[in-house]
């Protein structure tokens, strides 16, 4: 009995010595992709690209970066100025419903996440995209329950109206 118990201790001794000694020089494995945030150039290019003729891959792909870089107002603008069938597209939808909410505009985001959420109940979108627009619905309309206008002011309420729609959609279905 004691033997074994000594084992174990060395085995797990080993184990730490081991960690210890290479885990600095181990790099973590990345489950995502990194995030490329589109610098100044690839900024000008997207624009350019949306200048030349607003596609919905051009007016998605522009209004993504300018949420990447923070700037929600200028994604609104640019999904606003798309023509009305890329407007439709849940993508854009979806884009819009995150430009919204970053400005403070709980009800209108809603109303964008629900767009997003019935195009997508038609069977027209990537799993990712139905799951992503599903859970943002939820999400929103948690927090016009909760009356929260601006997410910016009440941090407790959005926090609270997070976790509340969190336990409506549990499992998503891949196709």
């Known amino acids: ?3 074994g118990l000594f084992v ?4 797990v001794l080993a ?7 290479l885990g600095p020089s181990v ?6 992709p990194p995030r490329a945030t589109a610098g100044l150039g690839e900024l000008a290019a997207l624009e350019a690209r949306y200048a030349e003729g607003r596609t919905p891959a051009s007016v998605t792909a522009l209004a993504a970066a300018y949420l990447e870089r923070e700037q929600p107002g200028l994604a609104s603008s640019a999904l606003e100025a798309a023509p009305r069938e890329v407007r439709e597209l849940p993508e854009a939808a979806h884009l819009s419903a995150r430009a919204l909410l970053r400005r403070g505009r709980v009800h209108d985001a809603l109303a964008a996440a629900e767009q997003a959420s019935a195009a997508c109940a038609t069977g027209g979108c990537p799993a990712w995209l139905e799951a992503k627009s599903e859970r943002q619905r939820a999400f ?3 927090l016009v329950a909760a009356g929260v206008e601006d997410p910016q002011i009440d941090a407790t309420a959005v926090r609270a109206a997070y976790e509340r729609s969190a336990s409506e ?3 998503v279905a891949m196709r």
Request: hydrophobic letters at 55%; aromatic letters at 8%.
């Open 140 to 142: 929103l309309e948690q």
């Open 15 to 21: 184990g730490v010595i081991w960690t210890v000694g």
């Open 8 to 11: 174990a201790n060395g085995v």
């Open 27 to 32: 790099k973590a494995s990345q489950l995502l």
């Open 169 to 171: 959609v549990r499992l």
């Open 1 to 3: 009995m004691r033997f």
